[in-house]
Every structure is written in C-alpha cells, then in structure tokens.
C-alpha cells in the first residue's frame, strides 16, 4: 500500500490498525489524530511480544500524500536500541546516498548514523520498521 492511497484520517487510522494485528503485537497505544482534514498525526507506543517497544511519530499530509516528519524509536526495556529521523546532516557524506533518512545505531548511537534507504517521505515507513523489529526478535 502506498502512501498516495492516503486520502485521509480515517483510511490511514485503518491502515495503522491493519498493521499492527499481528501476533508479534501485543498491543498498542498508537493514536490517529488530526486538527484539519488535509494534516494528520500518529504517535504512540508497539509494545512486541518479543520484549521490545516502538515508540512512533509521524506527521502526514493527506493533501500532499506525504509523510512530512518523522521519528521511530526502538527500546529493550528502558534500553534505546536504535533510531530513525529525518533530520538533516548534510555535511555527513556518508549518508548522502539516503538523504535525509538516517538510522542511529551503537556505539555512541547519538553520533553514529548509517543510511536508511528504505525509509521516505512518500510511503509508509512502518512496515519496513515493524518487519526490521520482527527480524531482531
């Protein structure tokens, strides 16, 4: 499913809800919401069978069929494992071949950035997160 099919809250709010029943879920606190018919929100917590937490945000523009910002973050108990965001670090080249999304990792996972070609403003990202999250289980 692409993001374009996107049109509004209530088909991403479905989208999300599909997602996430699966059996390596079990549960989650993620909220849909929006303040305007062309922007939405989702923001919430995964809690995995597998002991691990997604905490999640993601800001939409159903007008524009894009994921505007974003921020995914992945927890073993209070442990932060890795993240994602987008935001920009244009003088480090090496992540120039996925620009601006990017995957923190250890060690000194503030600093250490790798490339994240799979994620984008243009197609949901979740479920190449929630797949990444199922592998590690």
């Not at 996107?6 to 479905?14: D, G, I, K, V």
């Not at 995957?103 to 994240?116: C, E, F, L, S, T």
């Amino acid at each position: 499913m692409i993001l374009s099919s996107f049109t509004s809250l209530a088909e991403y709010s479905r989208f999300v809800a599909e997602l996430f029943n699966r059996s390596s879920v079990e549960r989650s606190t993620v909220v849909v919401w929006s303040e305007s018919q062309y922007t939405g929100v989702a923001e919430g917590e995964v809690f995995f069978s597998s002991g691990l937490r997604l905490r999640m945000r993601e800001e939409l523009d159903f007008e524009a069929h894009l994921i505007v910002s974003y921020s995914y973050e992945v927890y073993k108990g209070d442990e932060r494992l890795y993240w994602y965001d987008d935001f920009p670090h244009p003088k480090d080249f090496d992540l120039a071949s996925s620009f601006p999304h990017h995957k923190h990792v250890p060690p000194d996972i503030k600093h250490n950035r790798i490339p994240a070609a799979s994620l984008c403003f243009d197609h949901p990202n979740l479920p190449a997160i929630i797949d990444e999250i199922e592998f590690i289980s």
